[in-house]
């Protein structure tokens, strides 16, 4: 049954990659699309946790394939759009999720390296998907892609330059992807999960309680309804809070 009590399952047979799906936001989104009826590709790096998630996904009697994968080599993004191609022929819903906090600092002091590694995961590996994955959404009777994003892309709070910077970027290249399909049947959407419990938070708010936070399975409903089939939202950013 699905959260709202009944057998329908909003998601049933659909093809969905969730990136960063691990932990954090993206496991729980993987974990509720599961449940919704979707095979899950679950991309991450960590392989223990990835199994942990398959066991529980699959405990639920969900179903799920797990691609161990550093989304900084980007030439595995195209391994893996590949591999999607041949054993589904088409990708219903990407959800492209995993990020880094970079580092808390005065732009003149960001290290070259922390700046390259934070642009390269939030921003180009998500170009990446983008291009890997296009064609195989626009082969989905409705493609949905869904990025997740953060109020800190529209504020200017010193020492977020990492971060704030490539979530901008991120807002603006996803943007300007739906602008560029509006006449197909692809959608194209941001969630902006507000303050939520993961590792990210704790890492940018050390001193935080996380139990005033919202947990991430509290914002996997945003996701869900961008994801399904009658969703008519393209080209918006959706705040879970």
Known sequence: MNAEGDDKRRLENRIALVTGASRGIGRA????FAAEGAHVIAVARTQGALEELDDEIRAAGGACTLVPANLTDHGR???????????FRRLDILVGNAAVLGILSPMGHIDPDTWNRTVNVNLTANWRLIRSFDPLLRMSDSGRAIFTTSAAARMTNAYWGTYAVTKAALESMVLTYAAEVIKTPVRVNLVDPGMVRTALRAEAFPGEDPTTLRSPE?????????AEKSCRRHGRIVRAY
Do not use: P, S
Request: zero cysteines.
């Open 218 to 226: 509290d914002v996997t409903e945003a996701f869900v309804a961008l």
């Open 77 to 87: 993004i195209e391994q893996i759009g590949a591999a999607v191609f041949e054993r």
């Open 29 to 32: 989104v993987a974990r509720k």
